[in-house]
């Protein structure tokens, strides 16, 4: 029931910036943390940056400072703005979200993933 769905990948070049967009199925504010992470080809997944549902985002030492995590609460979606990309920022990038079941567990959801090229 849960979806996410992650857009605005492509191809750029060093030094440009691009803008990524996960949609949900319900409000942001139903989980108790979302955020992004990637994975490039032949590496593990790694965090990028996580949004709490209250509280600061936190950021991987490699984007700080470089990629912000946003949202808009009316249209469920959560941003990762991305900016002075680098070659090694190339990956898969991929919406995460966590949420409650009501019996104290958590149930973590995964969106398909958006690649992001970024050339020489």
């Known amino acids: 029931q849960v979806q996410l769905v992650e857009s605005g990948g492509g191809l750029v070049q060093a030094g440009e910036s691009l803008r990524l967009s996960c949609s949900t199925s319900g409000s942001i504010f139903s989980f108790n943390r979302m955020g992004w992470y990637r994975q490039a080809s032949g590496k593990e997944r790694e965090l990028v940056g996580i949004m709490p549902r209250t509280g600061s985002r936190h950021y991987a030492e490699s984007v700080e400072g470089r990629f912000t995590i946003a949202r808009d609460n009316a249209k469920n979606t959560m941003y990762l703005l991305m900016n002075n990309l680098k070659p090694e920022d190339t990956a898969v990038y991929y919406c995460?979200?966590?949420?409650?079941?009501?019996?104290?567990?958590?149930?973590?959801?995964w969106g398909k993933g958006t690649l992001v090229t970024v050339a020489s």
């Open positions: 995460n979200a966590v949420r409650e079941d009501g019996t104290g567990q958590f149930i973590e959801y």
